[in-house]
């Protein structure tokens, strides 16, 4: 009985040491990957993919949420950049993966916080999952054939009062200048992106 068990749990322990480099490896994009077009569907249940939504210089994917005051206190900075930036071909798509929102709260969300690009909803997670998306704001600037040229951070400030590195922006000007990006990853900060539960 007992070599039963401990077969068992022999089992189980390989079971998962086998799945879990697997899933760790498969949410970690790297900087000069390049990203396939993914398809969610909006606030409208309308159905949009990256290829359709990118810039010609460029996409950014930002996961938000609801109810993080981290990207509260970043809404007005992402609608600046947003803005700003669309005007030279850089486009934003929202991303929101959070099991804890409905539709109907990321609906307001999306006219409180006066969002002027497309928010996608990934269900289950699925789409931050496949990217190794961990917090909300998180951002991924991709060039106009999808290849990942910056990871992590807007900036470095949450209060938005003492920005000395504007990572983002400095990624944009960079691209647009057709100068490699000098710092390609930041560390992104905010509140976990809320998962379905396992």
């Not at 930036?85 to 934003?92: E, T």
């Not at 002027?116 to 909803?121: E, G, H, K, Q």
């Not at 710092?183 to 992106?193: E, M, S």
């Amino acid at each position: 009985m007992r070599r039963s068990i401990c077969a068992i749990l022999a089992v189980v322990a390989l079971v998962g040491f086998v799945l879990m480099p697997a899933a760790v490896s498969a949410g970690d994009l790297e900087i000069g990957a390049a990203v396939e077009s993914f398809s969610l569907p909006d606030t409208e249940g309308k159905m949009q993919t990256l290829d359709s939504l990118k810039g010609k210089n460029g996409t950014v994917v930002v996961w938000l949420s609801a109810q993080c005051p981290v990207v509260k206190g970043y809404k007005d900075r992402i609608n600046e950049i947003a803005a700003s930036y669309a005007s030279k071909g850089i486009n934003f798509v929202g991303i929101n993966s959070n099991s804890t929102e409905d539709l109907t709260w990321i609906r307001s969300n999306i006219v409180e916080f006066g969002y002027d690009f497309p928010v996608l909803i990934d269900k289950g997670n699925v789409l931050a999952d496949k990217w190794g998306a961990t917090v909300t704001p998180e951002v991924y600037f991709l060039d106009n054939k999808n290849v990942l040229l910056y990871h992590g951070a807007i900036d470095n400030d949450r209060s938005g009062k003492n920005i000395t590195d504007h990572y983002l922006k400095t990624a944009f000007d960079s691209t647009l200048n057709g100068k490699p990006i000098a710092k390609t990853r930041a560390n992104a900060f905010g509140c976990t992106i809320k998962r379905v539960a396992e």
